[in-house]
């Protein structure tokens, strides 16, 4: 006896097999299934044929299941009504998130006051479309749009050696313009008018942990080793809020920040920028986004230049 696989069969007879068990009969089933009655008893006689045993027992007036059709008549319905019902969560799913819009933000700088005039905007023009901001790490952000638990990702310019050798696409949608120096007012070198990055030589850094944010620290190396110098890290903060609060709170350190920076204007610090630097806020997406309202959102938020080098 050769073993039959469900492949043998297709869905729309698996059907017709469950209309026939419920009516136990052949003309009933067909019009209940819009179809000739001859049809219906051909699919059932070939599904027989394939099996290699009877399904119905055909009596004068009706049709009886045989034990063998009873079993495939339990769990046929299940599979069925399972299949059903995950094209119908399936199909909800989908049209849900064709009207809806999930903006990723890092978790620690306060960077909406550069887009949310032009989402704004765009809200107008689509007001059927639903806008969600989610506060990620910044080191989870990426992950998160890749994963398509994000449509688009806004994050800062150091971020950008990691991008490279992904399927991502980025624009620049803010200016600082500038790196900036963050002190407390009570360090001896606040007195100063202006500071090169060779005067922090001996300072000690506070910088956000290297789990997530490698490429901040790899950043503030790079401009430090360009001045002959290694950077003194004296502490490290899970994101750049804590970092910023340890700042303010410990009274000592510097930080290497930019004004997108959560307390960044308080009046307990003061900002040095650095000349030839830059900073940038950046929206990513993925390359091969199949939804073209996310592209529309992208081509509103980087084009509008009136949403750049706010200050």
Known sequence: MSRVDFLDFRLYQIQLFLVVCECKSFTTASQMLNTTQSAVSKSITSMETTLGFPLFERKKNRLELTEASRILYAEWKHAIRNIQSSIDKAYSAYYKRQSSLIIGEPDSMRTDKDYLPAIKDFQVMHPELNISFVEKPIGELI?????????????????????????????IIAESPKLTIIMHINNPLAAKDKLEIIDLKNEEFIVMSPLGHQNYIDLLVRLCNAQGFEPKINSSAPNARSMMSTLIRSQ?????????????????????????????LIIVWKNQTERPIVNDFIKAVVENEQYKDVN
């Open 143 to 171: 992950s998160n749009l890749l994963t398509d638990e994000l449509d688009v990702a806004i994050t800062v310019d150091y971020e950008i050696p990691s991008l490279k050798n992904l399927d991502v696409n980025w624009k």
């Open 252 to 280: 000592s350190g510097i930080v290497l920040g930019n004004r997108f920076l959560y307390d960044g204007n308080s009046p307990e610090l003061k900002h040095f920028e650095l000349d030839n630097t830059e900073s940038s």
